[in-house]
T-cell receptor, first 114, second 113 residues
Framework: ETGVTQTPRHLVMGMTNKKSLKCEQHLGHNAMYWYKQSAKKPLELMFVYNFKEQTENNSVPSRFSPECPNSSHLFLHLHTLQPEDSALYLC?????????????FGQGTRLTVV | RKEVEQDPGPFNVPEGATVAFNCTYSNSASQSFFWYRQDCRKEPKLLMSVYSSGNEDGRFTAQLNRASQYISLLIRDSKLSDSATYLCVVRRGTYNQGGKLIFGQGTELSVKP
């Protein structure tokens, strides 16, 4: 079973709703990531956190707001989303500092914006 | 041009076939290379890292040609359970340099009985 847990697994929300995605990693890693996977498109990196500090924001719209209270937890707060934001949102973690460190992914949250 | 490009697929092959996936990357600063596997509606999982000398793991062989900026994955004696999408992944720099993983769009493989 994966050491990265995401909740909820599925989410349907209206464009005026506010919701949050949660990610927890049990691997002792120091870096966490949010990726977006839309149909027929490559995974797109959204945010990177190292030791709880955001080190990268890949020009993500402000309607997506990440939060990293500690190195094991990562949230993605959603508000006033658009239908084109419907996608699979994947959280990942890794141990920064090793040259060939792989990323471990959670099972994702499948988001539908209606 | 996409930074990581893969064969568009899908590949439909019979059990026992040998199948090869190709991937090219455009950023010569890329330092680490991986193949990930993603099953339908599931998360990507690391299949194998790719080293300059080439590496093999059972039926899977990965090769890297830095001069041509080309990565390949060969699957021999394919099984039904190999059906999945295969993602070519490169990292620009090391993590200490702020390197991040860049994913190709994936190549879908379907192995038929």
């Amino acid at each position: 079973e994966t050491g990265v847990t995401q909740t909820p697994r599925h989410l349907v929300m209206g464009m005026t709703n506010k919701k949050s995605l949660k990610c927890e990693q049990h691997l002792g890693h120091n870096a966490m990531y949010w990726y977006k996977q839309s149909a027929k498109k490559p995974l797109e990196l959204m945010f990177v956190y190292n030791f709880k500090e955001q080190t990268e924001n890949n020009s993500v719209p402000s309607r997506f707001s990440p939060e990293c209270p500690n190195s094991s937890h990562l949230f993605l707060h959603l508000h006033t989303l658009q239908p084109e934001d419907s996608a699979l949102y994947l959280c990942a973690s890794s141990q920064r500092g090793t040259s060939n460190t792989e990323a471990f992914f959670g099972q994702g949250t499948r988001l539908t914006v209606v | 041009r996409k930074e990581v490009e893969q064969d568009p697929g899908p590949f439909n092959v019979p059990e026992g076939a040998t199948v090869a996936f190709n991937c090219t990357y455009s950023n010569s600063a890329s330092q680490s290379f991986f193949w990930y596997r993603q099953d339908c509606r599931k998360e990507p999982k690391l299949l194998m890292s790719v080293y300059s000398s080439g590496n093999e793991d059972g039926r899977f062989t990965a090769q890297l040609n830095r001069a041509s900026q080309y990565i390949s994955l060969l699957i021999r004696d394919s099984k039904l359970s190999d059906s999945a999408t295969y993602l070519c992944v490169v990292r620009r720099g090391t993590y200490n340099q702020g390197g991040k993983l860049i994913f190709g769009q994936g190549t879908e493989l379907s192995v038929k009985p």
